[in-house]
């Protein structure tokens, strides 16, 4: 016995470990988190480009205004030249090497250094376009640093020009200054927003989300207990309407965890059952066998229609374990005359005068079906029980009212139809919702469903279709197509040669 324990506790698989909810962090949260960051960023970085640029061309034509102002109180002292002191003053207050004023296609000299410096670059403010001045500012940016630049643009409104000719040290120093300004700030500003969508999407979409999660670890813990099942709230949105179909369907698999336990008892019960009832059935029908030999005519009668319903008994017997296990046998199918299976149908339900229902047979007596015998005896005996049953219970407000089961049955084809109507009180809604539908489908109150579920089993085994048909007076109507086996090539040919 231990060998055997042993064996059973390698053999069987690992339990995977429950999976857990991610910290708050490392979730969705998390990730919107830095994702946030990482746009914000991204959208600062596009501004930064053209916002450094402005700023580059406002540094320059600052000190172009700061030169044009002295050149202009400068020409209105000529024709004196000026001292150095104030040349070297001027330089001085512009950051500049060199200051030239352009006067009517002339160009004067305002202030120098000793040695006027080699040109690197040169702007000319009066026509930039956007593209050019980012590309100057990058390069200045990047590149820049100890290269002399000439700078030139008009004053005001007037045609006269100013020129200055400085390095670009102080210019790059500045921008290097707004840029980490400006770097800074996209991170403020970042960091604020990504808080503030953290917190609201934290609030409208992740707390309903993990609160979804949770409820269905919980729920699949122990599905059968009815206190695990998820409470939504009354919100709106998306997220509440999923939680209002979860728990819809925790319900509905809370209902078929039921049904299927009540299935499993109702199987051990009935295979104590079935263990009994065929050891009677077997004893009845060794005393059937005997009646054979009486010499009652009526006996005689009756003694072959006992016989076969009998060994039906049987048979289903022999199946009902087997039905619970797994689905009904395969179809033994033969060409069998259907007018005689519908007449054992009619024996079996046994109406006589006394119960007032009519039961009209109007079957072909030539008519074939390629089926099983017994499996379709068990389709249409179920049909025609249950229209017996309701119109049992059926009393009509018109006593001239016609209560009757008709079968009728026709060949189109390679299809036999089999029509089964009566004239009663017709199906309710919730039973048509739930037709072929196990301990839900019942018409009628204390059914269980089942006979039409396993017909409809039966007749789906034999390739066919069932189903309740439309009909613009009162009563029920199934029904019934089965197709005939398809011939094999080779039996075709030697039929066709015979």
């Keep these: 016995m231990s060998g055997d324990a042993e064996t059973e506790t390698d053999a069987s ?69 000026l001292p150095r002191s104030v040349q070297d003053d001027t330089l001085l207050a512009t950051g500049a090497k060199v200051v030239a004023l352009r006067k009517d296609g002339i160009s004067s000299l305002l202030a120098a250094v000793d040695a006027p410096p080699q040109i690197d670059d040169q702007y000319d403010l009066a026509d930039v376009s956007l593209l050019v001045s ?190 619970g296990q797994a689905s009904e046998s395969a179809p033994k199918r033969r060409v069998l005359r259907l007018a005689e299976l519908c007449q054992d149908v009619r024996d079996m339900l046994a109406l006589d005068a006394e119960t007032g229902i009519e039961f009209q047979d109007q079957i072909p007596v030539d008519l074939e079906i390629d089926a099983d015998s017994d499996q379709l005896f068990r389709v249409i005996h179920n049909i025609c029980r249950n229209a017996v049953q309701a119109l049992v219970i059926f009393h009509p407000d018109d006593p001239a009212t016609i209560r009757r089961v008709t079968l009728t049955a026709q060949r189109v084809g390679s299809v036999v139809s089999i029509t089964i109507d009566d004239t009663g009180p017709g199906m309710p809604r919730k039973a048509k919702e739930n037709l072929f539908a196990a301990f839900r489908g019942s018409a009628r109150s204390g059914g269980t469903g089942l006979g039409l579920a396993i017909a409809r089993e039966l007749v789906l085994a034999h390739g066919g279709t069932i189903a309740l048909v439309e009909k613009p007076g009162p009563g029920t109507q199934f029904r019934i197509e089965i197709p005939d086996r398809p011939v094999a090539l080779e039996d075709y040919r030697v039929r066709a040669g015979a």
Excluded at 47 to 64: C, K
Excluded at 289 to 313: C, E, G, N, Q
């Design 13 to 81: 698989p690992e339990r995977e470990a429950p999976a857990r909810m991610p910290p708050l962090f490392q979730g969705l949260s998390g990730r919107l988190l830095w994702l946030t960051v990482a746009f914000v960023m991204l959208a600062e970085i596009l501004i930064f480009a053209p916002s450094v640029a402005g700023m580059r061309m406002n540094w320059l034509r600052d000190r172009l205004d700061t030169a044009a102002a002295a050149g202009v109180v400068i020409d209105g002292l000529r024709p004196s030249e």
């Design 134 to 323: 980012i590309r100057d500012a990058m390069q200045t940016l990047f590149f820049g640093g100890g290269r002399v630049m000439r700078v030139l643009g008009p004053i005001g409104e007037t045609d006269m020009i100013i020129e200055v000719v400085m390095t670009d040290d102080a210019l790059r120093k500045d921008m290097l200054d707004y840029a980490q300004m400006m770097f800074v700030l996209s991170l403020v500003i970042s960091l604020i927003t990504a808080v503030l969508i953290f917190l609201a999407i934290n609030r409208m979409m992740i707390r309903p989300i993990r609160h979804l999660a949770r409820s269905m670890q919980i729920f699949s813990e122990r599905p059968e207990d009815p206190g695990r099942l998820f409470r939504p709230d009354a919100a709106r949105g998306e997220l509440a309407v999923a939680g209002r179909h979860l728990l819809e369907m925790q319900v509905e698999l809370q209902r078929t965890l039921k049904q299927q336990k009540n299935l499993a008892d109702l199987g051990l019960a009935v295979s104590k059952i079935n263990h009994d009832m065929r050891n009677i059935l077997a004893s009845a029908q060794l005393m059937s066998d005997r009646l054979v030999d009486v010499d009652d005519p009526m006996v005689r009668s009756f003694a072959p229609k006992l016989l076969r319903t009998i060994d039906r008994a049987v048979g289903y017997t022999s199946e009902v374990l087997s039905y």
